[in-house]
């Protein structure tokens, strides 16, 4: 908990959408059967789940009345407007003239707002987030401190990173592209089953076989098998050592999860789709899955620390989600996660990270197979001149 108060007070919140498009779509080039409908949609024949041809994300700036100005972000791939209201219409009414040295307290009492009726999570969680995030960052540049400082000490100066997504069109290129990275010193790679065009056993065989004996390699299994399918192919995988199955069955189904992770041999790892300790809590304390992904830009940082700290108090470990952003949300999970003795690694997002890495100042680095931590007041970044003329303000 953050203590005292900061004799200062939220002024006023300003909300911005973020172009972050691209030329080839996140996940690679569309498969047989995708199409991109006229609102700029696409389905995944892989998973059935909707992406963006241009990538989006949401940030927020929080101002305070003497001046301090926190940058906060969450997801934005999809309907970022719809969180963009939620914030200006509910939320931002609820925030102004409170202390931000309280980001704990306000974080609790807004996501008490709509609590009874069911708005825990999805869309509303995200606004929330985006907000507490600024708020965090706030509160470090006001004691001069990181966020991994305010979140209990800065426990380590780097955090390795795995190489997620071999966005290719063919195996043979997403081998590839994975040596590629494997020449840069990254000894960690996940591949997506949805693009596994071959299938997981083909996909994993030959990444093994590029990479070597020593490399870890995780499955991303997109929430598409069920339970009994799941186990089958942690069978058929064990003899090409896979690191870790992420996701295998659909995120409803915990007590099919929690099957998997009783009866494969692998490591099972969930949670880029959770927002809350609560969320987490009917997975962990079910043991359910052996490896916890918070993703910053749903979790914001009171629920990732939340998360991080229960899962670790369970014996887990902590791989944080990376999903598409600007780099403040990815700052604030590497600051969050340097606080956590269990956060062993991180993902990286390199097909997101590299172009966009300007966006935040060149301040975050991803070198070597690992993230280096920031060690400056609040998240470490800032929005570049590039990055603002790649916002457009959402009005009120
Ligand atoms: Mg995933």
Redesign the pocket.
């Known amino acids: 908990m953050i203590g005292g108060n900061s004799l200062d007070q939220v002024k006023g919140i300003e909300v911005f959408i973020v172009d972050l498009s691209q030329e080839k779509p996140y996940l690679g080039s569309l498969r047989e059967g995708e199409k991109v409908n006229e609102a700029g949609y696409l389905v995944r024949k892989g998973n059935r789940t909707v992406y963006p041809v241009k990538n989006r994300s949401l940030v927020v700036r929080v101002e305070t009345r003497d001046g301090v100005v926190g940058w906060g972000e969450t997801y934005g791939l999809v309907a970022p407007r719809a969180t963009a209201e939620i914030i200006h219409d509910l939320l931002v009414g609820f925030v102004i003239g409170r202390d931000p040295f309280d980001v704990e307290r306000v974080h609790d009492d807004l996501y008490d707002l709509m609590r009874v009726r069911g708005y825990t999570g999805g869309f509303y969680h995200d606004a929330i987030a985006a907000i507490d995030i600024a708020l965090w960052d706030i509160v470090g540049k006001i004691k001069g401190v990181s966020v991994s400082e305010l979140a209990g000490g800065r426990r380590v100066e780097r955090i390795p990173a795995y190489v ?1 997504g071999l966005p290719e069109d063919t195996l043979a290129e997403r081998c590839e592209l994975a040596q590629k990275w494997q020449a840069q010193g990254f000894d960690s790679f ?1 591949f ?1 089953l949805p693009i596994a065009d071959e299938g997981a056993v083909e996909e994993l065989k030959s990444l093994r076989e590029a990479l070597g004996g020593n490399a870890r390699i995780a499955a ?1 299994l ?2 598409s098998l069920t339970a009994e399918e799941s186990i089958d192919l942690a069978r058929e995988l064990s003899s090409f050592n896979p690191w870790f199955l ?2 295998p069955v659909a995120p409803e189904c915990i007590e099919a999860l929690r099957k998997v992770a009783k009866q494969c041999e692998q490591k099972i ?1 969930a949670g ?1 789709e959770w927002r809350t300790l609560h969320e987490a809590r009917m997975r962990i304390d079910r043991e359910a899955c052996h490896i916890v ?1 918070p993703e910053m830009g749903h979790t914001g940082i009171t629920e990732f620390l939340r998360i991080g700290r229960h899962a670790e108090k369970y014996g887990l470990t902590v791989i944080p ?1 990376a999903t598409i952003g600007s780099g403040i949300f990815l700052a604030a999970s590497l600051q969050a996660a340097a606080s956590l003795d269990c956060a062993t690694d991180h ?1 990286y997002q390199h097909s997101i990270f590299g172009p966009f890495r300007h966006f935040t100042g060149d301040r975050l680095r991803c070198e070597e197979g690992a993230f280096t931590v920031l060690d400056a007041p609040g998240l470490g970044v800032e929005p570049s001149e590039a990055m603002k003329k790649a916002i457009t303000l959402i009005p009120a």
């Open positions: 997620s996940k997506a991303d997109h929430w992420e996701a790892a880029e992904q989600h993902e």
